[in-house]
């Protein structure tokens, strides 16, 4: 399996969303780097990942490749990072296998009660026939690209380095449109409600989160009450593309107290 592993101190696997792709992370992945060791791959289904991946197992085959990833970077226990759709991988991983996850992280995550909306349902239909429309519906991402930049040109700079991204390391649109249908057989819900690892939710301004509304992410609170929410302002989706350097900054002490802890005090409650 190819894994980025760079960086040093503590541990912390980054879990990519529903494009795939870990590249389009990598902003947070090189501020990130500045103070822990980072461990993040795309996923097994993508032709770049080089990890195995049987359709008959589907969403599980995500959660192994937590587990072969940390396996291969040496790692016993890290913090489980996961982004958008990642938060449910991530969140799986850690209720499965809890003496591997020293903590939980959700950013701007999609809850295990999360179904798809009109927009979601209507793109299923021909993903391949339709993602010309969904990439020109990425446009209303521009304000909060915006708003994290400072200055017209800047933000304007900033988007195209996005487009750029997302051309550069194209999405699927057919591995996207699957991801969202192995969710169907699942009951995640119950799976995480019982999660004892300490969690961190990380979201952007409501007014600028235009993929998963804040509403949705904090969800997350009806299973662990007692987990701790951050914002990261100036944000919506992206914050930890267009403002990574502040993402680390409410992401890094974290993942550093939650390494120090033993685990028989690792819990949420």
Known sequence: MNIIDVGSGPP????????????????AVDALAERCRVVTFSLADERTSG???DPSHGFDSYIQQVRDALDQAGVTAATICGVSY???????FAARY??????LIVVSGIPPSWKPDRRVRFYLRAPRLLAPIFCLASARLYREI????????????AALH??????????????????????????????????QAPALIVTGDAELERVV??????????LWPRAQVVTLPRTGHLGLITRPEEFTQLVAPFVEHTSGLPASRRRIG
């Not at 990642?86 to 799986?92: D, K, P, V, Y």
Request: with cysteine; aromatic share 6%.
């Open 146 to 157: 915006a708003a994290a930049t400072p200055g017209v040109l800047q933000g304007i700079g």
């Open 86 to 92: 990642g938060s449910l991988i991530a969140g799986a």
């Open 162 to 195: 996005c487009g750029y991204t997302a051309v550069t390391h194209m999405f699927s649109p057919t591995n996207m449109a699957r991801r969202v249908r192995m969710l169907d057989d699942l009951d995640l819900e119950a799976e995480l409600a019982p999660l």
């Open 98 to 103: 809890p003496e591997r996850a020293a903590g």
């Open 213 to 222: 509304p804040v509403q949705l992410t904090r969800k997350y609170l009806e």
């Open 51 to 53: 990890a195995a991946f």
């Open 12 to 27: 912390i696997v980054l879990v990519p969303g529903i494009q795939g792709r870990w590249e389009w992370m990598k902003p």
